[in-house]
């Protein structure tokens, strides 16, 4: 038997909706899959092209998920973090340095499908990712805060069918979130 507790909420369109919490796997958080790369760049593909829109060279390929619960203070945090993770090597060898420290870049891709549930059926829910226009607005909202770091910021194109390609350096990927819950 699972435990938890039901929280209602307000969205910003005036819907409200309700979520069931609970202390071991439904914690509602903005979610980033962070990859340290060489390269990376995202296409925007439609029926008879293929649109570079982002493009970098050592930095972070940054997938970024919303949910309903996220507010600009998730965003700032998972901005934050990011900008002074220490994930480059110093002339030690020693996982020491941050993106700022070397200069480094970001693409940054709005990904709703981290918050596919796969727990019941064959298909994924998708119910708890953010509608697109509070999506749309905290993805902008954390490209602009990165910005504000003093680091380059590429995106992808929200709500398109994109392709992105990078070459994953190290291999290093973190999970980061805005609340612990990894």
């Known amino acids: ?12 369109e005036g819907v409200s909706y309700a979520l069931f919490y609970n202390s071991f796997y439904s914690h509602k958080i903005m979610r980033a899959v962070i990859q ?8 925007v593909l439609s029926e008879n092209s293929c649109e570079t829109c982002g493009e970098i060279n050592n930095g972070f390929m940054i997938l970024l ?14 901005a934050d973090k990011t900008a002074n993770l220490r994930i480059f090597e110093d002339e030690n060898g020693k996982l020491n340095l941050s993106l700022k420290d070397v200069g ?16 019941s059926g064959r298909r994924p829910s998708f119910s708890n990712a953010a509608p697109a226009e509070q999506a749309d607005k905290l993805y902008q909202y954390t490209a602009q ?6 680091l380059t910021v590429e995106t992808g194109r929200f709500q398109t069918h994109m ?5 994953n350096d190290g291999p290093v990927t973190l999970l980061l979130d805005s609340q612990k819950t990894f």
């Open 36 to 43: 340290k790369v060489t390269q990376a760049k995202v296409d």
């Open 145 to 150: 805060l990165l910005r504000e770091h003093g």
């Open 65 to 78: 998920g919303v949910t309903h619960t996220d507010t600009e203070a998730d965003a700032k945090y998972i």
């Open 1 to 12: 038997m699972v435990s938890g507790r039901l929280k209602l909420y307000l969205n910003p």
């Open 104 to 119: 480094g870049s970001i693409l940054l891709v709005s990904q709703f499908t981290l918050y596919a549930d796969a727990r």
């Open 163 to 167: 392709q992105v390609s990078l070459c």
